[in-house]
């Protein structure tokens, strides 16, 4: 058996053996209500807590209105139930459902302007959001005002005359719920999605510029989270039995918040752990009664002082595991037949013959009054290195960003294989073939190298979030072919030796590299880089220029850049475009440049001024 | 009309609290980017103060309130030094994580200590209110607006003019640079805090004097309110504090008046996401923008 296997085996019954041994606890009475009640309100905050994790650790934005998700969930829920008039066994599954909608339905509409905002207003905007979700609940006359809900069927009554029986039922409800949501967010978190989401925790523009659609995967992973946090509010409402909106305020998502904290941000292991113990705590502590809170609130202080980035950090132990093994069990108990594995799968390359791949047309933008680009024509040709060169502040970079849709053009139009991209969002042009690297490098710092290439080829790939949760054969297929492709792209590099390691592990002439190679691996018709030498000593920077060639040969791409390294610049351009002022006012062959004397007048002064200065400078030596 | 008129002084008496308030949020965020959760409970320390000093001590207004503003920055600065200090190169949700501990464990000392059942504020001021036009005004009232409104100019003028200002935004604009100019980067930060926790305290009487009981958990409410405020004038711009202030206070006491009690907070919590959205930075901010 290999260690793969066994650590399906040992996941699968670590979690059985959990669940039968609480289970017989309850049903034969030895664990009586009050100690079943913490087990469920246990549960059902490490379903708050990881499904937090997914908005807070994974795609790293701080949300503060989560209990809101959750009340919405619990509302809408009870009403169902209490107004349905069947089973309790068939209309709590339903219930559920809609409680989860109704609360993705709410984070949908709040996060679309929400998630414009980051880091701290982000926050308070979520927070706004959760109190105004109270207040609405606290004057609806449907949700009973604020007096709330009440005579909610509760799970530990309704299943069975024996009490002891329903509250068991009541467990495992909310334990393979539990199991299913955390084992969702562990194999959404690695598939294509889950890299996209990280990838924006990482580095927001990288991950546009690598393709992710960044606000499409924000308002994704914002929504689910509330989905998964509706559900958890559910089985709350059917747990305790009324609701009062007074709850659900800003207190109960700061309390979640916490325990995400605690866990650590990100991992979903370190989330499980710390809500257990921080619902467990306060019960332990009943004992010395009022010192409790005052002593959960120190361990809370200390647990910060000592360990800053929670239990786990962003670590995890490994289930996933056990959930592909399920999943394949299953498949095979309900007689699915796995579709035959197409080989390897192989993203989609186009093929461009004509031999103009960008040009710009008097292309131009200003800030206020302030012309930072004007008039500037330029074109591309097939397989050509061209450099973009001028003194700081010439508006090389403002030009990048104009190419790359980061700035929006006032002027002219940018021509991409034939058609205009102006005015499309970055991630969109990166698709259709500008890749670009930055001044400042910008790689998923956090994430091994391999996953950071992989991150790039996620617009080429097609599986449905639901196949990475469920990691279906499409999922295998398609994650199968991009590992070989990024392999492949890693060793063209002489990388293949790091593709396990930390991206921020790499030394910094490694990390420029990778970042070369993330932009190829979006499969570009044309690769921008930002001053690719900048802070290489000259060694790195020989390499540097082998690879440029290299990049050239191997793949069909128009390369342009932006340098100051006369010698590199000099060294592979075939042809040089000099900017000044915004504008374009020299081109041609590195020796035509080298001689221009518009070129020679912007780099060191009009002729007058570059004679009195090299005088000076000659003077001054003497 | 007097009814309006009625309402709008009574917006200003409350938003000059929360204005108070929420210059101790501002400045903190301002210069160690940290959301200080436990401001709001300064407020109830000093509040307890002055029920201990008065009912076990016995001791006149004018030095309760000399002596409730000195115990507030006692704790502001032993909070910062003690609980704060350590987390400063932590990731920021570290700390705030941190603060939101020092704001429970303060709640439920004072729980410990006075129980839950709220005490009577042992000061009110029987001077008759003044009447201006047939508009009855409240001495308290008018001592709260002159009070804050004083108290904010002082603060500006500070900023502004003095040496230990001068440091704080040096401070507050580049931390790392601050300390290469010579500025003692720590003596800064504890002025800061020092500040924003007397002007609490300074609130905290203030607002005993309007909302006479003193419980546990009565710094949350203004402490959260005061927040939004700083948040919606721009959080770490001085003036902001003071202009979110305001509007908190009328719309809470419009919204009172005019559409219904019930809703007061809904509506604050709605023009604090309609600003947001419009202006991200709030109404004083400057909109800054990720250099790619």
């Known amino acids: ?622 | 009309m007097t009814l309006f008129l009625n309402q709008l002084i009574n917006g200003l008496h409350v938003g000059s609290i929360y204005a108070l308030i929420a210059l101790g949020y501002t400045m903190v965020y301002g210069i160690v980017r940290l959301i200080n959760f436990a401001h709001g409970d300064i407020l109830m320390v000093g509040a307890y103060t002055a029920v201990v000093l008065t009912t076990m001590l016995g001791l006149p207004f004018p030095v309760v309130v000399v002596l409730v503003i000195l115990v507030c920055v006692l704790f502001g600065v032993l909070i910062e030094r003690i609980a704060y200090k350590p987390l400063r190169s932590s990731p920021r949700i570290s700390s705030l994580i941190t603060a939101i501990g020092v704001s429970m464990l303060l709640q439920n000392l004072a729980l410990l200590i006075f129980t839950p059942t709220p005490k009577p504020y042992p000061f009110s001021l029987n001077i008759p209110p003044l009447s201006i036009g047939g508009l009855q005004i409240g001495f308290t009232t008018v001592l709260t607006i002159v009070v804050s409104a004083a108290l904010m100019i002082l603060l500006q003028v500070l900023v502004a003019k003095s040496r230990a200002g001068k440091s704080m935004r040096a401070v507050s604009e580049d931390y790392d640079a601050a300390q290469l100019m010579g500025i003692n980067v720590n003596t800064t930060i504890t002025f800061t805090f020092a500040i924003g926790c007397a002007l609490a305290g300074i609130g905290s009487v203030l607002y005993g004097l309007a909302y006479p009981t003193v419980s546990p958990t009565l710094g949350s409410l203004p402490g959260l309110k005061a927040f939004i405020a700083a948040v919606l004038g721009g959080i770490g711009i001085i003036p902001g504090a003071m202009l979110g202030g305001l509007i908190m206070g009328l719309a809470e006491s419009l919204t009172k008046a005019y559409i219904s009690s019930r809703l007061s907070d809904a509506v604050v919590y709605g023009i604090l996401i309609v600003v947001l959205l419009f202006k991200p930075s709030g109404l004083l901010g400057r909109r800054t923008r990720e250099k790619v």
Not at chain 1, 132 to 141: A, G
Request: proline share 3%.
């Open chain 1, 1 to 622: 058996m290999n260690m793969k296997a066994k650590s399906y085996v040992l996941n699968i019954a670590a979690l059985l053996i959990v669940y039968i041994v609480l289970s017989l606890l309850i049903s034969t009475g030895t664990f009586n209500s009050y100690i079943s009640g913490i087990l469920a309100t246990t549960g059902i905050a490490i379903m708050m807590t990881v499904s937090l994790n997914l908005t807070t650790g994974l795609l790293g934005q701080l949300a503060l209105g989560h209990a809101g998700f959750m009340s919405v969930g619990a509302y809408v829920a009870a009403l169902i139930t209490k107004s349905l008039n069947m089973n309790f066994g068939f209309a709590l599954p339903v219930a559920l459902i809609a409680g989860g909608l109704a609360a993705a339905l709410c984070g949908l509409l709040i996060g679309m302007p929400a998630l414009r905002l980051k880091g701290d207003y982000l926050a308070i905007i979520t927070l706004g959001f959760g109190e105004i979700i109270r207040v609405v609940i606290e004057n609806l006359s449907v949700t009973g005002g604020a007096s709330g809900l009440s005579r909610i069927t509760r799970m530990s009554r309704a299943f069975s005359e024996d009490a002891n029986v329903s509250s068991a039922v009541q467990f495992s409800i909310i334990f393979w719920m539990m199991v299913v949501m955390i084992a969702s967010i562990f194999t959404l978190g690695r598939s294509r999605h889950g890299r996209a989401i990280i990838s924006i925790r990482e580095n927001e523009v990288a991950a546009e510029a690598t393709g992710i659609p960044t606000t499409y995967y924000k308002l994704f992973a914002f929504t689910l989270a509330a989905f998964f946090a509706g559900i958890a509010g559910g089985l709350y409402a059917h747990q305790i039995g009324m609701l009062s909106a007074k709850t659900f305020g800003f207190n109960k998502s700061i309390e979640y918040l916490v325990m995400v904290v605690l866990g650590g941000m990100g991992s979903i292991t370190g989330s499980i752990i710390s809500s257990a113990v921080l619902v467990a705590l306060p019960e332990f502590l009943r004992g010395f009664s009022e010192w409790r809170l005052v002593i959960y609130s120190l361990l809370l202080i200390l647990m910060m002082l000592f360990r800053p980035s929670g239990l786990m950090g962003t670590k995890e132990f490994s289930l996933l595991a056990s959930w592909t093994a399920t999943a394949t069990t299953l498949k095979r108990w309900l007689g699915i037949k796995k579709r035959p594995t197409k080989m390897p799968f192989t993203p989609h390359y186009d093929v461009w013959e004509d031999s103009v791949v960008l040009e710009t047309k008097n292309l131009g933008i200003s800030f206020g009054g302030l012309k930072a680009a004007e008039g500037i024509d330029i074109q591309l040709k097939n397989d050509e290195i061209v450099g973009l060169i001028g003194p700081n502040g010439a508006g090389k970079t403002t030009f990048f960003n104009l190419l790359t849709g980061v700035y929006m053009p006032t002027e002219g139009d940018i021509i991409l294989l034939g058609k205009p991209i102006n005015g499309k969002p970055t991630h969109l042009i990166t698709e259709q073939g500008i890749a670009r690297t930055f001044q400042n490098i910008r790689l998923f710092k956090s994430m091994s190298v391999l996953d950071n290439i992989k991150v790039a080829f996620h617009t080429r790939m097609e599986y449905s979030p639901l196949s990475g949760i469920v990691r279906d054969s499409r999922f295998s297929s398609e994650e199968k072919g991009i590992d070989i492709r990024a392999r492949e792209l890693l060793k063209v590099f002489n990388m293949e030796d790091v593709a396990d390691v930390r991206a921020d592990g790499l030394p910094y002439g490694q990390q420029r590299k990778l970042e070369i190679c993330r932009a190829l691996a979006c499969n570009p018709k044309v690769l921008l880089l930002d001053e690719p030498a900048a802070g290489m000593n000259p060694i790195e920077t020989d390499e540097l220029m082998r690879t440029i060639r290299l990049i050239r040969s191997r793949f069909s791409v128009a390369i342009l850049l932006i340098e100051h390294d006369m010698k590199l610049v000099m060294g592979i351009c075939e042809r040089i475009y000099v900017l000044n002022y915004g504008r374009v006012i020299a081109q041609g062959s590195p020796a035509a440049i080298r001689d221009n004397p518009e070129v020679v007048a912007a780099y060191l002064g009009t002729t007058e001024q570059a004679q009195t200065a090299e005088g000076d400078l000659a003077h001054a030596e003497g």
